[in-house]
């Protein structure tokens, strides 16, 4: 399955932080979503054999990275109050097959 | 563009009784479809899909969801429910395209009641 670290974070507002995901063996793409309480995930963005291939309505301080190893990372500089959410990754064997999400990290913003 | 209505946010039956949770959606090429289901401090689960071919489609646990495209719906049901359904449920909806996204609605809460 999809795995995902650390499960619970807090942080300061202006800190970075990383998160981490290792896909589901052999999926070639991954993507991240933020999902605030009481809402449904929204796209952050996708990345497909490295490189990124779509991406929503976020601003550039939420970056990421795919890695060869099927390990993938999301990072946000600046962090805000707003961005404490569960964010999740998931990940595809291809177009059409459905996702495979991990159990999310639970990011605090104080 | 794509998007998804779940009229409602929270829905209530008896155990033993039908579950309908409605999605509607909007796309301008023709979907893939999701249901999610979510059970708390948890990530996402998938219920079922359609991608093309059969437009009722059988998930796990129970569920079952049809595909009809002159009412751009897919709703959930399942006949009888049982307790440990009680969670959220999203539907979502992505394009054919390499670089498509899953568009997700904003999830309906269901009770069970003893």
């Known amino acids: 399955g999809v795995t995902q670290s650390p499960t619970h974070l807090i942080k300061t507002r202006g800190q970075q932080v990383t998160l981490r995901c290792s896909s589901q063996s052999g999926h070639n793409t991954v993507s991240w979503y933020q999902q605030a309480l009481g809402q449904g995930p929204q796209f952050i963005f996708q990345y497909y054999r490295e490189e990124e291939n779509g991406r929503g309505n976020f601003p550039p301080r939420f970056s990421g990275l795919q890695f060869p190893n099927d390990s993938s990372e999301l990072n946000v500089n600046a962090l805000e109050l707003d961005d404490s959410a569960l964010y999740l990754c998931?990940?595809?064997?291809?177009?059409?097959?459905?996702?495979?999400f991990g159990s999310g990290t639970r990011l605090t913003v104080v | 563009a794509q998007s998804v209505t779940q009229l409602g946010s929270h829905v209530s039956v008896s155990e033993g009784a039908l579950v309908l949770l409605r999605c509607n959606y909007s796309?301008?090429?023709?979907?893939?479809l999701f249901w999610y289901v979510q059970y708390p401090n948890q990530g996402l689960q998938l219920l079922l899909k359609?991608?093309?071919?059969?437009?009722l489609v059988k998930g796990i646990n129970g569920f079952e969801a049809e595909f009809k495209k002159s009412e751009t719906s897919f709703h959930l049901t399942k006949p009888s429910a049982h307790m440990s359904d009680a969670a959220e449920y999203f539907c979502?909806?992505?394009?054919?395209?390499?670089?498509?996204?899953?568009?997700f609605g904003k999830g309906i809460t269901l009770s069970v009641r003893p």
């Open positions: 796309s301008s090429v023709p979907p893939y």
């Open positions: 998931a990940s595809s064997l291809a177009v059409g097959s459905g996702y495979t």
């Open positions: 359609y991608t093309t071919g059969a437009t």
């Open positions: 979502a909806v992505r394009s054919s395209g390499a670089n498509s996204k899953l568009t």
